[in-house]
């Protein structure tokens, strides 16, 4: 087992090293004068216009003008010291930028992760207990069409109907700033209703369609047959033995999600203004804020390893024998 | 034999959804009835007769992009979804039939190309390299490839444990022979639903990027209708008929692939 | 135990939320808030006929709420600040394009363009509660010459006082009216007692600390939540540069598009709109719903505008230049870029708007036939009968369209569409190069090579002011300096034409800026070196319901300088 976590562990330090790597060198060659978006289009062709040696001064600083090798050195670094400089777009400290909007994000992607596994949980186990019943004939075509529409599709198409048809729920952004405690809670939710439905409804749908699967694996299993000819009532059946079994790789992909609670939500966030961490990506990459881009493509890679060992450390506790391959 | 037909069904529905486009693709240079690029005077028309689904913010006929769009829309699916599982299949096939060192390497490239973020890795590629077809596919397929080497990889294990492939090797066939004519064609139904479902997936992750505006100039894709009517405030304005059938169609199409995908699975 | 679960989960969910609106219950506030002004009461004793103030004015913007540094451009707090709020600029701009004073209660020009004389007021406060002094003026001139190296102040020969409340600018070369027109109105005083310890740093950009945001204009920061992305601002009734302060505070909200601010205009949750050159776009004029929200519309100074290449064979011939200007559909170009609200331009580029304008150009209007006319008698024949025109030499003719690279181009990309479809029906083949615009570095290297047939640019409402659209056509650098120490994007190598602009740039009066741009309409529209695509309308909504005494600055709207002095309630 000692052995089994250790190796774990360590994969997953190399993993993040190497995405660390390739995404310094990504960014670092990605097209578009940093300068210019470092100082603003206008300001620099201003600057170029009139003062071309402040322009100068501002890449040294940014040390634009090192060499590669000194620059992937000081990456390093500042990676392990979550140091990650200025940003371009509005010159606070990356970090800051990226610590003030993470939560916002979390806000959304938590209740999205609970109330989309338990949802969809529940329902696969009801349908895949019984396929071919009502239940699953009305929900397997509604969980797969739901699987085949792009997310910015509904997205869309909510923001058509119940904000700007309906006007049901605010057109964007995540408050309206009136408000404290309570007053300002309720506004919040009422912010989040939309996008928060949208990213469980398809959460849902997809872990629906896991449960769904897993289950009627088991559900043909020999230790439900022989407990079915031992005259278990269905119930017992389901909950003792097929519940049981079928929680196990459920659990685990509910635990691979949780990398994805960073970065699984940029298009709904775009689509909705809300200022999470999708959508300081997507703008960090559109105006080549590299600081910005690297740090959130870092934290959500680093998310994803973190959920990854994490799944495999609950496979080794509870299926202890994986671990002596 | 009943339950069999049953699960067809869908595999049908599918295929034919999936042929409908493809007819559309086609033969759409000869039922699109203007030229999706041309502009007029008539901007943000209504659908009238003369244009079916209206006219865009410069007076192009909505349906005519729509038909286009079918054609660059199914290109990058198929195209991407064919990089993905040949690329799937080959890196499942040299790790699961070599083992050792190969497949220690391999494993561990599926599983650093997993523990990327997926669309924030697309979406960085395609600002990289030029928009465009070429680097639209090169950026989807470059993390999709995973979940077909996975699962591959271990099926392919086990048919490696099947008497009649252990009976050819012991007579010394040799690997390409085996793998072609054992494990590929045992392979055959699951490569070709994981295919159908990279496919939809490819059609999907294209969607949101043309959406977000990396698409190349002038390409009419369904994500860049949907693109343009976002971003040049067709939605918020209310015009269904713009921003409506790019959805469908995109829709409608995945569905198509992943109907034959998830139920073709199923059929064995 | 099922249930235990759910209970467990739902009690985490629960938790979770508040945990993560918790932290955004208490606004922060800063420290700026120090000295006890009351505006309302102030205003009480002044006797004949109180103007009713306004209590809060909300305005709303999409500019980030983030930043407040009194030095700096970003957020909203620095593209306030052009319109004098809570730092007090030198000057201001009227609706004239007359400078006008605004710190400096007076100001004089010498003759020689090189002495500037001034009084400031000795009332004024900064916004912590210290007066405002000598020193400040003295160290700000200091600053922006030795630490931000600003280029205004390059032959600056000294600052000196000449009296209780004057004093004396004076530069080696005639640069002040350049200085005045350029920039001053964008620039103001700043506090020593926080500044000076950048001195000689570049840290005064990125200073966040409370104090960066302490001003002597007419507002100071009061609070500001990041989260909710508002501030809110008081008015500090002694620095009354422009009369009586009537709009007692000020609330600023951001919002996440313009969509949102339609919404929230209409739902009067917000009194107006304001964001440096960036309009409403026209095509969400259509969404006012209430009647009591006025579209604030005016005609804009900037404009989208295209360059020739004028050292390359098509671009060079005046006919086909002009036969471009005849196949291009103009009232589809303005519909697509002002939504039905522009105008089809004039052929001197800048717009009605912009200072010297010249009136009674020829306006553009579509004629396929005579474009097709002037191409045959120039000599673009379709000589191998494929459809397309060929050079009159009959090589192959491809014209390379190339729209400015920027963040957001699906407008450019647009327009770039319906030039090449209008070019198509007069059997030319334009096309775009999707390698040029991948980025901006790419773009801009190809721009400067001259490597474009048709480029299609934009000038904003901040460049058209001062520097004018014209700045983009010039070829030769400015007068004694390297071309590598500038942008050119211009193709247009006419002598006179290049040293004019220079010359306009580095005008010392009024009246030489005026008759410099004056030729060079002239000039654009006897070559067509370029064109305006649309003279657009520009749209800065606002509510009339509530408040009286707006005033809508073309391409400003009704937040400028002026606002703050003349709004009151009804």
Not at chain 3, 211 to 217: E, R, T
Not at chain 3, 477 to 482: N, R, S
Not at chain 3, 545 to 550: C, I, L, S
């Given at each position: 087992m000692g052995k089994y976590l250790i190796r774990r562990i360590l994969t997953a330090v190399f993993t993040i090293y190497v995405i660390i790597t390739v995404s310094f060198f990504m960014v670092r060659f990605m097209p578009g004068d940093p300068l210019q978006h470092l100082v603003g289009q206008e300001e620099y062709y201003y600057l170029l216009d009139t003062d071309p040696e402040e322009l100068e001064s501002i890449a040294e600083k940014y040390g634009l003008n090192d060499p590669l090798g000194v620059q992937y050195v000081r990456y390093l670094k500042s990676v392990v010291t979550l140091d990650f400089g200025i940003a371009y777009s509005n010159k606070k400290p990356v970090v800051e930028n990226v610590f003030s909007c993470i939560h916002w994000t979390v806000l959304l992607s938590i209740p999205t992760w609970i109330l989309g596994g338990l949802l969809g949980g529940v329902l696969g186990v009801l349908a895949g207990w019984r396929p071919g019943k009502r239940l699953d004939c009305v929900l397997t075509p509604i969980a797969l069409f739901l699987n085949t529409v792009p997310s910015n599709c509904i997205g869309v198409l909510a923001l058509a109907l119940f904000a700007y048809k309906l006007r049901w729920v605010p057109i964007g952004g995540m408050t309206s700033g009136i408000g404290t405690g309570w007053v300002r809670t309720l506004d919040i939710l009422k912010h989040m209703a939309l996008p928060l439905s949208i990213l469980v409804l398809f959460r849902c749908s997809g872990d629906f369609m896991l449960m769904k699967s897993s289950v009627s694996q088991v559900r043909h299993a020999d230790y439900t047959t022989t407990a079915a000819s031992k005259g278990l009532s269905d119930r017992k059946i389901l909950f003792r033995h097929v519940m049981r079994n079928a929680m196990l790789p459920y659990m685990t992909s509910m635990c691979m999600q949780m990398g994805g609670l960073l970065s699984g939500s940029m298009m709904i966030e775009t689509i909705f203004g809300w200022k999470g961490m999708g959508q300081l990506f997507y703008n960090a990459v559109s105006s080549r804020d590299f600081p910005t881009a690297q740090f959130c493509f870092l934290i959500s890679a680093f998310c994803v390893v973190m959920a990854n060992l994490l799944s495999d450390i609950l496979v080794g506790v509870i299926d202890p024998r994986v671990t002596v391959k | 034999m009943k339950k069999r037909k049953k699960v067809n069904i869908p595999v049908l529905a599918g295929s034919l959804i999936i042929g409908f486009f493809v007819i559309i693709a086609i033969i759409a240079p000869a039922i699109v009835p203007y030229d999706p690029s041309a502009t007029s005077a008539l901007t943000y028309g209504k659908p009238s007769p003369e244009h079916l689904l209206g006219t865009n913010d410069v007076g192009q006929d909505i349906f005519s992009e729509l038909i286009y769009g079918t054609r660059i829309s199914m290109v990058i699916g198929i195209f991407a979804a064919v990089v993905v599982t040949c690329v799937g299949t080959l890196l499942a096939l040299l790790s699961a039939w070599y083992g050792g060192v190969v497949d220690k390497l391999i494993t561990g490239l599926t599983n650093l190309a997993m523990a990327v973020p997926g669309l924030a890795l697309t979406t960085l590629l395609v600002c990289y390299l030029s928009p465009g077809i070429l680097s639209i596919v090169v950026a989807i397929s470059i993390t999709a490839w995973t979940g077909t080497t996975r699962v591959l990889r271990s099926q392919i294990l086990a048919l490696k444990e099947e008497p009649f492939v252990k009976i050819e090797k012991a007579i010394g066939q040799r690997d390409i022979v085996i793998m072609g004519k054992h494990l590929l064609s045992n392979l055959k139904d699951i490569i070709l639903s994981r295919g159908a479902m990279a496919v939809s997936s490819a059609m999907m992750t294209e969607a949101s990027l043309s959406f977000l505006g990396l698409g190349a100039f002038g390409e009419k894709s369904w994500g860049a209708i949907l693109h343009y009517a976002f971003f040049r405030n067709g939605v918020v304005r209310g015009l269904y008929w713009w921003y409506l059938p790019p959805i469908l169609c995109t829709s409608l199409a995945v569905l198509g692939f992943m109907l034959v995908g998830y139920y073709g699975q199923q059929k064995r | 135990m099922k249930r235990a679960l759910c209970l467990l989960l739902s009690a985490v969910l629960l938790l979770g939320l508040f945990a993560g609106c918790g932290k955004q219950t208490t606004p922060e506030t800063t420290a700026a808030a120090g000295t006890e002004t009351t505006a309302a009461a102030e205003t009480e004793t002044t006797g004949e006929a109180p103007k009713k103030h306004v209590k809060n004015l909300v305005i709303g913007t999409t500019t980030a709420n983030t930043t407040f540094n009194l030095y700096g451009q970003t957020d909203i707090f620095g593209r306030i600040n052009y319109v004098n709020f809570c730092r007090a600029n030198w000057i201001y701009e009227d609706e004239n394009g007359d400078l006008q004073p605004f710190f400096f209660t007076s100001f004089e020009i010498s003759e020689d363009g090189k002495v500037l004389d001034f009084t400031w007021p000795t009332t004024a406060v900064w916004s912590d509660g210290e007066k405002v002094t000598w020193d400040d003026i003295d160290f700000t001139f200091r600053f922006l010459k030795d630490t931000a190296k600003s280029s205004s102040f390059i032959h600056l020969v000294s600052v000196e006082p000449t009296g209780d409340d004057s004093g004396r600018i004076t530069f080696s070369e005639p640069d002040v009216y350049g200085w005045l027109s350029g920039s001053a109105t964008m620039q103001g005083l700043l506090p020593k007692h926080v500044w000076e310890k950048f001195e000689g740093t570049d840290d005064y950009k990125n200073y966040t600390e409370p104090?960066?945001?302490?001003?002597?204009?007419p507002y100071k920061l009061v609070s500001y939540d990041v989260d909710a992305q508002v501030s809110y601002y008081e008015a500090i009734p002694e620095n009354n540069y422009h009369g009586e302060i009537t709009v007692d505070s000020v609330t600023i909200k951001t919002y996440a598009d313009q969509t949102a601010i339609m919404m929230a205009l209409n739902a009067g949750e917000i009194d107006c709109y304001y964001a440096y050159s960036t309009p409403i776009d026209a095509t969400l004029i259509d969404l006012i719903s209430d009647s009591a929200v006025d579209p604030g519309e005016s005609i804009y100074a900037g404009e989208d505008q295209i360059t020739f290449g004028m050292t390359r064979p098509a671009g060079s011939d005046y006919q086909f230049r002009l036969a471009v200007t005849k196949a291009m559909d103009w009232n589809l170009l303005t519909d697509a870029i002002g939504g039905g609200y522009g105008e089809v331009p004039r052929a001197g580029i800048i717009p009605p708007s912009c200072t010297g304008y010249l009136d009674g150009l020829p306006q553009f209007a579509q004629d396929v036939d005579e474009a097709n006319r002037i191409l045959d008698e120039a000599g673009y024949k379709d000589v191998n009968n494929d459809g397309i025109r060929e050079f009159p030499d009959g090589s192959e003719m491809k014209i390379l369209i190339v729209p400015q690279y920027s963040k957001k181009m699906d407008l450019r990309n647009r327009i770039a569409e319906v030039l090449i479809d209008n070019l198509k029906a007069v059997g030319v083949n334009a096309y775009v190069d999707q390698e040029i615009i991948v980025s901006s570095e790419v773009w801009e290297s190809n721009i400067q090579a001259g490597n474009y047939d048709i480029a299609i640019g934009y000038t904003t409402a901040g460049m058209a002011r001062h520097t004018s659209a014209f700045r983009y056509y010039?070829?030769?650098?400015?007068?004694?300096?390297?071309?590598?120490a500038s942008w050119l994007w211009g193709t247009y190598t006419d002598e006179e034409f290049n040293s004019t602009v220079w010359r306009m740039l580095n005008a010392s009066s009024r009246e030489e800026y005026v008759s410099c741009i004056q030729w060079l309409q002239q000039e654009a529209a006897d070559t067509l070196f370029g064109c305006a695509l649309s003279w657009t309308s520009c749209f800065y909504p606002y509510r009339t319901?509530?408040?009286?005494?707006?005033y809508n600055r073309p391409s400003w709207g009704v937040v400028n300088d002026e606002l703050w002095y003349s709004l009151t309630s009804k």
């Open positions: - | - | 104090d960066a945001a302490v001003g002597c204009g010039v070829y030769e650098p400015k007068p004694g300096t390297e071309r590598s319901d509530k408040y009286e005494g707006w």
